[in-house]
């Protein structure tokens, strides 16, 4: 498989869980909102962050759709990812009870199959981010080498 | 490149779907407290008939309200 398509995959897979995650906060609104307010690590920020997720979210779809800002979403996508995952696991690790702030289909799952679920994510795009450099590589090579034909042509031709 | 755009963008719109299709969803739920017209039992409501909420001090049970009776608390069994 080319590691373009495999970029395109990985992006498609990230947007999907993005958007949706997105949209599923947004929809349930005021449910999300007092659900991240009972988080016993970020009640005083709930504020901010009931809208700088969302937000987030789809502002790093939206980069994940267009070629040009692709890597730097794929970047983002993995902080994210990484953000969310430490998130529960200090949720898991040191609160006393679990309230889940997630949405739609994801608040079926249990903290530790959500938070295994993040790690395949993490895991999805930082493969992304190493298909990405390896094909940004190659495609410079590429170019280089069809450059140094093409100067080595006009100077053979004595263009 | 150009067949993958399509890709990311279909992924795009099957998540927008997703996500109104989920809150259509019917899921089962118990309604504890009497109901004029119905008694108390279990359900099965769609997500835009319930206004769901956080139940403090118990973890994995949803609560909610209904939408069509707002005192009224349901829970999932």
């Not at chain 1, 498989?1 to 990230?14: D, G, P, Q, R, Y």
């Not at chain 1, 993040?118 to 495609?139: R, W, Y």
Request: charged share 15%.
């Amino acid at each position: 498989m080319k590691k373009n398509t495999i970029v395109e995959i990985i992006s498609a897979l990230l947007v999907f869980l993005f958007i949706y995650a997105a949209l599923s906060k947004l929809l349930e609104f005021d449910k999300f909102k007092y659900q991240l307010s009972q988080s016993p690590f970020i009640t005083n920020i709930s504020w901010l962050v009931v809208w700088a997720i969302p937000v987030g979210e789809i502002l790093i779809s939206i980069s994940l759709l267009i070629k040009r800002t692709r890597p730097a979403g794929l970047y983002l996508s993995f902080f994210l990812m990484l953000l969310f995952t430490g998130y529960i696991f200090i949720m898991l690790k040191y609160s006393s009870y679990l309230p889940c702030s997630c949405g739609g289909i994801l608040s079926s799952m249990s903290w530790k199959q959500h938070f295994f679920f993040n790690l395949a994510f993490i895991g999805l795009s930082l493969l992304g981010i190493v298909m990405q450099n390896i094909h940004s590589n190659e495609k410079l090579i590429k170019d280089a080498v069809n450059r140094n034909e093409a100067e080595h042509l006009k100077k053979k031709v004595g263009v | 490149m150009k067949k993958s755009i399509p890709l990311v963008a279909l992924a795009a719109l099957l998540a927008v779907g997703s996500a109104f299709a989920t809150r259509l969803q019917v899921q089962w739920w118990n309604v504890n407290n009497p109901i004029p017209g119905r008694t108390p039992g279990i359900y099965q409501l769609s997500q835009d008939q319930v206004k769901g909420f956080y139940c403090q001090g118990v973890d994995n049970v949803e609560c909610a309200y209904l939408i069509s009776n707002p005192i009224m608390i349901v829970k999932k069994p």
